[in-house]
């Protein structure tokens, strides 16, 4: 179970940092363990994860030195929601629609069944906090992804097996962007106005 775990975790790193989600050392992504969850250390490559790349965080108690600085906000949603896997990541077009959103509200079939909406949290502290953590967890609760606003989306697995739950979690997040994208196409499209509309 070990070894399909890591090659679920090297394989969404891989992905996120391939898709543009994430650059090189960023973004955090972890499942939920007997005692705590296992996650994502802070500052490592990625698209590059080893097995010592991993470290387990206890739910209470001290945070590890060298796990990730979003440990608190994924202990925060373990604690309050049935969250088995958390990625975070950052989608840029989806980061760039949080400046100017309250939610993300999909028009793409997908999106719409996947996500039906996507809420943009902007509290003082967006990284890191505690402030950010109950924020997120809150919204957690009701939604499978959410948005920090200019920083970045978590979004959520809730299958049994660990490495099936990560997967999930990632595949959301891919669907959050594509969703996205096409908010802000229909929105190009739409300021256009007749000059793209076709005809002839």
């Given at each position: 179970?070990?070894?399909?775990?890591y090659?679920?975790?090297?394989?969404?790193?891989e992905?996120?940092?391939?898709?543009?989600?994430?650059?090189?050392?960023?973004?955090?992504?972890?499942v939920?363990?007997?005692?705590?969850?296992?996650?994502?250390?802070?500052?490592?490559?990625?698209?590059?994860l080893?097995?010592e790349d991993?470290?387990?965080?206890p739910?209470?108690?001290?945070?590890?030195?060298?796990?990730?600085v979003?440990s608190?906000?994924?202990?925060?949603?373990?604690?309050?929601?049935?969250?088995?896997?958390?990625?975070?990541?950052?989608?840029?077009?989806?980061?760039?629609?949080?400046?100017h959103?309250?939610?993300?509200?999909?028009?793409?079939?997908?999106?719409?069944?996947?996500?039906?909406?996507?809420?943009?949290l902007?509290?003082?502290?967006?990284?890191?906090?505690?402030?950010?953590?109950?924020?997120?967890?809150?919204?957690?609760?009701?939604?499978?992804?959410?948005?920090l606003?200019?920083?970045?989306?978590?979004?959520?697995g809730?299958?049994?097996?660990?490495?099936?739950?990560?997967?999930?979690?990632?595949?959301?997040?891919?669907?959050?962007e594509?969703?996205a994208?096409?908010?802000?196409?229909?929105?190009l499209?739409?300021?256009?106005?007749?000059?793209?509309?076709?005809?002839?």
């Amino acid at each position: 179970m070990r070894a399909r775990l890591y090659a679920a975790f090297r394989q969404v790193g891989e992905d996120l940092f391939a898709q543009g989600l994430i650059s090189a050392t960023a973004g955090n992504f972890s499942v939920r363990t007997k005692g705590g969850f296992l996650i994502t250390k802070s500052g490592v490559q990625k698209a590059r994860l080893t097995p010592e790349d991993l470290l387990e965080v206890p739910l209470e108690g001290p945070i590890p030195e060298g796990a990730s600085v979003e440990s608190v906000v994924h202990r925060e949603i373990y604690r309050r929601t049935g969250a088995r896997a958390l990625v975070h990541a950052h989608p840029r077009v989806a980061v760039a629609l949080s400046f100017h959103l309250p939610r993300l509200k999909p028009l793409d079939l997908e999106g719409q069944h996947y996500l039906k909406e996507v809420p943009v949290l902007a509290p003082k502290t967006v990284s890191a906090t505690e402030e950010a953590a109950l924020s997120v967890a809150e919204a957690l609760r009701e939604h499978r992804a959410c948005l920090l606003r200019g920083h970045g989306a978590f979004a959520v697995g809730l299958k049994e097996a660990p490495e099936e739950a990560l997967l999930e979690a990632y595949g959301l997040m891919t669907t959050l962007e594509e969703s996205a994208q096409i908010l802000l196409y229909h929105r190009l499209w739409q300021g256009a106005g007749p000059a793209l509309g076709g005809g002839g």
